[in-house]
């Protein structure tokens, strides 16, 4: 069964795009898992208590590696098993994530550790299909403080917005038949039929 990742900026609309195609599928007759990273599978939580923690000052490699355990439980315990099950997967963010969020942010040239851990960590188990939500950077900015509440992620206010919007294009760029640029600054359902029209050849 196909296997969906949604990717963009913090404030690009990845969790109500996931949360649209989810329901879209499901009234479609599909049996749906939903997930996301680095929240799903058994470490997922604790990871993502880790890296949002103010107490913590993790480096770019720190964060790579743990992210990295929480996806190796993620394949294995969640996507893995809902695939051979027949099911759909939808993760809001995957491997393209690491790549803006660690990789391209860091000082250091990180692409060979990071393709080193994703050979181990997700193998042959890449998304069919990758949405790239995108928008200006002064737009998910916005969106950001506009939704503002405890379950927000500290680390947004001190992310380098541009450079992380750049890598999540470079990534398209460079695996242009497994990701798809949708502009996300646009109305909730302009953007939510755009994606339907891509996974629509996967139905």
């Known amino acids: 069964m196909p296997f969906i990742s949604i990717e963009g900026v913090d404030g690009s609309g990845k969790t109500r795009q996931t949360e649209s195609l989810v329901k879209h599928l499901r009234g479609r007759g599909k049996s749906v898992v939903r997930t996301k990273e680095p929240d799903g599978g058994r470490l997922g939580g604790a990871v993502r208590a880790i890296l949002v923690n103010p107490g913590h000052t993790l480096s ?101 917005f541009d450079v992380i919007r750049e890598a999540l294009l470079e990534a398209a760029r460079r695996d242009p038949g497994r990701c798809h640029v949708i502009d996300a600054d646009r109305e909730l359902e302009v953007v939510s039929g755009d994606i339907r029209k891509l996974i629509e050849p996967l139905l």
């Open 60 to 160: 770019p490699v720190e964060q790579l590696l743990l992210v990295g355990a929480a996806r190796y439980d993620h394949v294995r315990s969640v996507v893995r098993p809902a695939l051979e099950a027949g099911a759909w997967v939808v993760s809001d963010r995957f491997l393209d994530s690491t790549f803006a969020f660690q990789v391209a942010v860091s000082s250091a040239d990180l692409s060979r550790i990071h393709e080193e851990v994703a050979a181990v960590v997700v193998g042959a188990t890449m998304p069919d299909l990758t949405v790239i939500l995108d928008c200006p950077v002064e737009v998910a900015r916005a969106r950001c403080e506009v939704r503002a509440n405890a379950e927000d992620d500290p680390a947004e206010a001190f992310r380098d």
